[in-house]
């Protein structure tokens, strides 16, 4: 049974930064793929980023290249994001989710069977 606990949401500043962590127990993470989500209030969750097994591939959404970066450590189980100069639009809950196996659609949340609760990142204007 695959756990994921993120952590590291909270509230910050325009222009700001934060690094979610989205930790794993129970398994070897370095044989999942594991992706980032989001979902701002009245909208539907969406794809952020993904990052692939032992190769380290990762794809982002295009209008967040250059400000989010994902990575990982798979000493520590964990997964991060790392997200700068923050705007009000990034504002939502940000669920980390992970499978062994996930075809061309990445971006698909039907892709992933396991996910965190989420965690809130809130930024101010």
């Known amino acids: 049974q695959v756990q994921l606990v993120e952590s590291g949401g909270g509230l910050v500043q325009t222009g700001g930064s934060l690094r979610l962590s989205c930790a794993a127990s129970?398994?070897?993470?370095?044989?999942?793929?594991v992706g980032w989500f989001r979902q701002a209030p009245g909208k539907e969750r969406e794809f952020v980023a993904v990052?692939?097994?032992?190769?380290?591939?990762?794809l982002y959404q295009d209008s967040l290249k250059g400000r989010f970066t994902i990575s990982r450590d798979n000493a520590k189980n964990t997964v991060y994001l790392q997200m700068n100069s923050l705007k009000p639009e990034d504002t939502a809950v940000y669920y980390c989710?992970?499978?062994?196996?996930?075809?061309?659609?990445?971006?698909?949340?039907?892709?992933?069977?396991?996910w965190g609760q989420g965690t809130q990142v809130t930024v101010s204007s």
């Open positions: 990052i692939k097994r032992n190769s380290g591939i990762t």
């Open positions: 129970g398994v070897a993470f370095s044989t999942y793929i």
């Open positions: 989710a992970a499978d062994r196996q996930v075809s061309a659609t990445y971006y698909l949340l039907s892709e992933y069977e396991y």
